[in-house]
């Protein structure tokens, strides 16, 4: 939907479902008492339980299983995150998922882990048209903490949709930006030429960046959404494109990825797999 | 002749599954196990593909120091403090047991055996009494569907705290249906009580001595059965109406260490840890110090139903009983 700002800007607003999978917990340290059980703790009200399984951390990783090795040792805390096209056939959504493994005795606590999880998913039309709107979004606001034990259930599974409104990006000011960046720095130049190659031969790559490239998973996100706001929409290949960080694996595709242990030292130059 | 033999393991959640499966292999490597070192078993982990395979020859390489598999990441995980398996899908490891030595005369023992062990959340089979858990229903089905076609079925149990467990009345419905179900192929089913070396946690040097005694063992789970009346439903499964073989074991994960022979629960790590040696990093800091105890028990039991001087019958545990009436 399009509403005419009172400034003139042109918004749109963007509604959000959400959904987490996990334990309950409680306590400053957010401990997980001897009771409780894996679970999906929160689904906002327009999610059907039967969507539970369509939106399960793996799935969305293209992964068997979601394991702790999987996890970058820099993006323990926060955990893993992927945004793409959700992967059943013809989606109409696009979701976003932090993950990670966090010590059931709290938050830097010594116990067993446990998988905490928790997933936005939101129109695939929204993410076509704001990328990088919405993973600068999903970088400052989507986080996989734990419900709390005091929160009814009622709360926790009719949850309104959060909304966000976000403004369109002068074409332009994309434009602008990203010859800045051409120029500037070492991330434009193989992205574009990788999203290009991408769309010319259909095959599955996947294009690394390490420490070297970025300093912190923000920045990155920052240029990838970049980058695809910069896309025509005419872009063939857009479904099959995940924005991945902090996650050993890439789902085919064409995969965008940031690994915040990864130095120059240890891999090649940073093309196409 | 290559038989092969599929084992569900079942119990509430935080009750040692997993824990009990990633030490498993170590236990048969050390012979921590209370069957005749000369029946020489071994265990080896394998691929489904091997598993499936026609064959089973034996592979060369020794899959314990192959840094790839499933079953190595769940040792490497139950090094670094475990992980709570989660809910989103049944996950199935997969051996090949021969036995290599002398069987007791009674026992006609060929092999190999290749097992397919399948641990699963405590929260699918077993989650706890009047909680509504959203298990997906794919994987509710997918369990039953894999205990029903079990072979044998392992239940895994906490020693301690049993009686303020808020789940037993949910197992004793599982059990009661398992019971019913006609389809069934459950040939033997194993009730083993975890971290049984907690028993012997004031004990100090003197633990294992303890602990290796038999009668020592039957006498814990006599007291474990008279806290947990309901166990009793597993009379219903029994030959000859209902077909099976029930044993009772305990177990210890974490083990005694060796050489000292104390619980190996290291008081001055946070957590609860096994003693480590300091300046080695991952499984290879605990392996100095750590030997399983029993944990090969429940598996070599419900794969050949050969019982060791730690498995216990209806009949071994009602003894005393009569003895006192
Ligand atoms: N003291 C002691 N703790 C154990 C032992 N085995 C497992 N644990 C702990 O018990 C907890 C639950 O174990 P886990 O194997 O994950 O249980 P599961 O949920 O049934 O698979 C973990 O924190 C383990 O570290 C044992 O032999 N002794
Ligand atoms: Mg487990």
Redesign the interface.
Known sequence: MRIAAPNGDETAEISLERLH?G?LAFGATLRVP??A????TLRSCNLQ?AD??LL???RLMAL??????LVDPASRRRGSFIARVAPEPNSRRAIFLRAR?R???GES???????QSAVWSVSAADWRQHPAALLAMADSELDALPDLVTEDEATRYNAAPARYLVRFIDPRDVWSALEDALKATHWATPTLEFLARGAETGKDATLTFGADDFASETEFLGAVGLALQFLPSSYPRWREISVVSGLLHAPQGLCLRYLPSLRAAARATPVAA | MTERLSICLIGP??GGKSSLLASLVDCVAQSAFGYSPRLRPALQPITEAEYFAESAEPKKANLLSVEQGDYE?LR??FA?????T????T?EYRFRLTVNGEAPPAAVLRGPWLLEIIDS???IAV??DG?E????N?VKAKLARQMLEADAIVIVLPLVRLEDS?WSGNLARLIDRLALAPEKKLKRLVVVFSQYERLFARLGPSAFTYACDPAVALHALRKSLRAAQWLDRLRALEAPNGGASVRFTVCSAYGFVKRFQNPNIDPH?????RFRRAGLEGARAYNEYWRPFLTAEPFLYAALGLDSAFTFSYAQLDARIEEIA
């Open positions: 999978y334990k001897a009771t059980g894996y679970g999906v339980p539970d399984r399960s951390p793996p068997r299983r979601f394991e702790p090795d493994f010590p059931e005795d606590g010594h116990g067993r882990l446990y998988q | 959640k935080k990441r490497r995980e670094e403090g475990g992980l709570a989660d809910t989103l899908d996950y959340a405590g929260e989650p706890p909680a858990v959203a298990i997906l794919d808020g790590q946070p957590g609860e840890r």
